[in-house]
């Protein structure tokens, strides 16, 4: 087998050199690149980065949501033996300037004349930085010191150096122990740290994942979960390249839906908040519908359930459950799938943990839907359920060769091929962070079930201690209360508190609509969240939700908030966590109140 990505790459080439790598829309249609065409562009572009003076170990940004550029670019600095730092294309530009500086950036790749603008307030405070290639059309010119020019100029002058000097931007060929990237993890507290991670690293959590989810040349997949990240650019671009496979880029966040329909894809790679948003979006369709669409959808929802429950048992199912299940499947379930496509196997959810109460509507409608656990620093996956043995709740067993133990305070500890070499210009934390032991400390709680399956039941530094001396971890109750329908997000507090708080930002279009079949008026939706019959529904949401949960583990307290935890407002991270620390302290005067008031 291959040590090195592009090694593994060359090889995907000469078995599928016709077959399309890649798709991206062009003027509102499907374009095709195939691996031969994908190829032939990293070739040169490799080429026209080495006359720029590109070389081993060279540290290169790209600063770009997903597309067949940001793809190529990597491939090419990969080729070069050079290091690629992806920067969200979400960040302020603090964090941005933090990043050039602290990974020692050289050369920098930015998509759009938006993110260029927020560099140039930058560029005299990086004077590292040599040159930037831009994937606008922009004319060459120099800013600060800085060369500009364009991303289609640089393939031409390296498809012109490849006629004259074929030597130059030939492969360099580094071991599997060479840092092919530098990750910055988000910093949903503190600062950013660069996780260093090698050709084996990614390489390891490639080949488990091919085995584990069977991906070969018949699958697709539409990405748009940001390359930034390590789980979309592991799971959702290495692993599907290296195995033949085919990935479509969405034109954008907000046309995800017509693109899935139109690439039908047959893999999808999400993150629990897209899969709540889409959820939500069918409630708010479905209640806001016919009476006869409701009972419809409540019909099959109780059916599949029902048939869900028996098959898990391996108990028959009389007849006319049989055609229930048969007729609902044909009006109701094959239009839930038609909004995928209609083509998808496999639902990969990972980067955060995902409601029980969604896990289980969404695999009793027959989707395979499975869960994943992993971390920046783990390349990104350690665990994965099998297709088809999902368990609700559990985020399967470890990759091939990854081994997981609980530590003291029920810490998950990681060993294997895929942790990480060690976190850039941080040698304490690294220490910290992998014992001598070689463990890989996770910062998670959890525990394994009795068929080894992993249980993610908190996080040590979420750890709410109250008052009283209470352990409670936030995650389990604050997906309990988003599993309402009127819930968008939810932020539990309690901290050295009597009892546990929460913010709540309310689903707003479900929300009105509850409105104005009581009369409520709706123009001013601040006021509206103030209004008694909305605080008592929350709080009747709310007791319904946490019913089962211990006293002490109940929300006394609540506030309701207009405007929702975004990352342009600073209050998630790029991979779509929350931000405790910032959102506590934007809403400290509404956090002091209720315990005042209580």
Excluded at 227 to 237: A, D, I, K
Excluded at 270 to 295: C, H
Aim: hydrophobic share 40%; proline share 5%; charged share 25%.
């Amino acid at each position: 087998m291959e040590k090195t990505i592009y090694q593994d790459f060359v090889r995907a080439v000469g078995q599928h050199q016709g077959r399309t790598a890649l798709m991206h829309k062009r003027n509102g249609r499907y374009q095709s690149i195939s691996f031969r065409q994908l190829s032939e562009a990293v070739d040169q572009v490799a080429a026209g980065l080495a006359r720029r003076g590109v070389k081993k170990d060279d540290r290169v940004a790209i600063y770009s949501y997903n597309r067949p550029e940001w793809v190529v670019a990597d491939l090419a600095i990969i080729k070069l033996g050079a290091v690629v730092v992806p920067i969200y294309h979400t960040l302020p530009s603090e964090a941005v300037s933090y990043i050039i500086r602290d990974a020692e950036v050289r050369h920098l790749v930015v998509e759009t004349p938006e993110l260029f603008s927020t560099l140039v307030d930058l560029l005299d405070r990086v004077p590292g930085l040599k040159d930037i290639v831009t994937l606008f059309s922009r004319e060459t010119e120099t800013r600060s010191g800085k060369e500009l020019f364009s991303f289609d100029s640089l393939r031409k002058a390296g498809a012109k150096t490849l006629a004259q000097d074929p030597d130059l931007g030939k492969a360099h060929v580094p071991s599997a122990d060479d840092v092919v990237t530098v990750v910055y993890t988000s910093g949903t507290t503190g600062e950013p740290k660069g996780t260093m991670l090698t050709h084996g690293n990614i390489l390891s959590n490639v080949r488990g994942a091919i085995e584990r989810f069977g991906i070969n040349e018949k699958d697709t997949l539409v990405s748009f979960l940001p390359l930034c990240h390590m789980f979309e650019r592991t799971c959702g671009y290495y692993t599907m390249l290296l195995a033949g496979a085919s990935i479509a880029y969405a034109e954008s966040l907000d046309t995800i839906r017509a693109d899935v329909q139109a690439v039908r894809p047959t893999l999808l790679i999400v993150v629990p908040r897209v899969l709540e948003k889409v959820y939500n979006a069918v409630v708010e369709k479905v209640t806001t519908g016919s009476a006869l669409g409701r009972s419809l959808m409540l019909a099959a929802l109780r059916t599949f359930s029902r048939t869900a429950r028996l098959r898990a048992k391996g108990r028959p199912w009389p007849l006319g459950l049989r055609f229930r299940h048969w007729l609902l499947g044909r009006l109701v379930v094959r239009k839930l799938r038609a909004l995928a496509g209609g083509r998808v196997r496999i639902i990969v959810s990972g980067g955060a943990p995902l409601d029980r109460r969604l896990a289980r509507i969404i695999r009793n409608l027959e989707f395979d839907l499975v869960e994943g656990y992993g971390l920046t620093e783990t390349s990104p996956v350690v665990c994965a359920a099998m297709p088809g043995e999902n368990k609700v709740g559990t985020v399967g067993r470890p990759l091939p060769g990854v081994e997981v133990r609980i530590g003291e305070n029920d810490e998950v500890l990681v060993r294997g091929p895929n942790v990480m070499k060690g976190y850039l210009n941080k040698p304490e934390e690294t220490a910290q962070a992998i014992d001598k032991h070689g463990w890989f400390h996770t910062g998670d709680q959890g525990r394994f079930d009795n068929a080894g399956n992993l249980i993610i039941t908190g996080r040590i530094k979420e750890l709410i201690v109250t008052a009283y001396g209470k352990n409670i971890p936030p995650v389990p109750v604050e997906q309990a209360i988003s599993g309402s329908e009127y819930v968008e997000q939810a932020m539990v507090i309690g901290d050295r508190k009597p009892f546990l708080s929460a913010l709540i930002v309310p689903s707003r279009l479900v929300l009105e609509g509850f409105a104005r079949e009581k009369g409520i008026p709706t123009q001013d939706f601040e006021a509206l969240l103030g209004h008694p019959e909305v605080v008592s529904l929350f709080r009747q949401e709310m007791d319904r939700a946490l019913e089962n949960f211990a006293k002490y583990e109940q929300v006394r307290a609540f506030r309701l908030l207009p405007d929702p935890f975004t990352v342009e407002n600073g209050l998630l991270t790029p991979s779509l966590k929350m931000r405790r620390p910032r959102i506590a302290l934007a809403y400290r005067d509404r956090i002091e109140k209720m315990y005042q008031e209580q």
